[in-house]
T-cell receptor
Framework: NAGVTQTPKFQVLKTGQSMTLQCAQD?????MYWYRQDPGMGLRLIYY???????DKGEVPNGYNVSRLNKREFSLRLESAAPSQTSVYFC??????????FGPGTRLTVL | QKEVEQNSGPLSVPEGAIASLNCTYS??????FFWYRQYSGKSPELIMF????GDKEDGRFTAQLNKASQYVSLLIRDSQPSDSATYLC??????????FGTGTSLTVIP
């Protein structure tokens, strides 16, 4: 089992460019999450999907969109990247005991 | 407003000592509590979860929950240099959203 996988691992964008972060899990979990992690700020929830076909906003959704493509995949899209979106992005899925399994992360820099 | 607070540290303990990490939360409606360990440049990994008041032990780790006082703590016995990492406290309230503290940096000195 690969667990939770994310692509890409690193990305550099210019202001105004768009990109999609991909996430997939092979644990048959219903719920999936996107977080960003900034120094001194901890993990902040961007969007989550409680089940296939549903998505909800988290604490910091502005500037992002998500798609729950199927039970395995949950993507995060930046339509017009801004320097404030420079961060490390983690995808996670939620297990039966409510524990979260995190992917390896994507380090995004917006110039 | 739901808040989870941790002392950012850094916390330094000598090898073999007990490390004590604390977390407080703002809302009594919380249900589940989690401790994650995060090494520099890596993703968080689950150490323990606790749902009920009292202590829960797993190897060298003990989680303590006091819902009346709204705090949860993590004790690491016989601390090892490999325990040096940032420890994240997370709280799940009713629903699907998890709230994380900013983490406590722990250094175990050989």
């Amino acid at each position: 089992n690969a667990g939770v996988t994310q692509t890409p691992k690193f990305q550099v964008l210019k202001t105004g460019q768009s990109m999609t972060l991909q996430c997939a899990q092979d644990m048959n979990h219903n719920s999936m999450y996107w977080y960003r992690q900034d120094p001194g700020m901890g993990l902040r929830l961007i969007y989550y999907s409680a089940s296939e076909g549903t998505t909800d906003k988290g604490e910091v959704p502005n500037g992002y969109n998500v798609s729950r493509l199927n039970k395995r995949e949950f993507s995060l899209r930046l339509e017009s990247a801004a320097p404030s979106q420079t961060s490390v992005y983690f995808c996670a899925s939620r297990g039966l005991r409510n524990e979260q399994f995190f992917g390896p992360g994507t380090r995004l820099t917006v110039l | 407003q739901k808040e989870v607070e941790q002392n950012s540290g850094p916390l330094s303990v000598p090898e073999g000592a007990i490390a004590s990490l604390n977390c407080t939360y703002s809302d009594r409606g919380s249900q589940s509590f989690f401790w994650y360990r995060q090494y520099s440049g890596k993703s968080p990994e689950l150490i323990m979860f606790i749902y009920s008041n009292g202590d829960k032990e797993d190897g060298r780790f003990t989680a303590q929950l006091n819902k009346a006082s709204q705090y949860v703590s993590l004790l690491i016995r016989d601390s090892q240099p490999s325990d040096s990492a940032t420890y994240l406290c997370a709280v799940l309230w009713i629903g699907n959203q998890f709230y994380f503290g900013t983490g406590t940096s722990l250094t175990v000195i050989p």
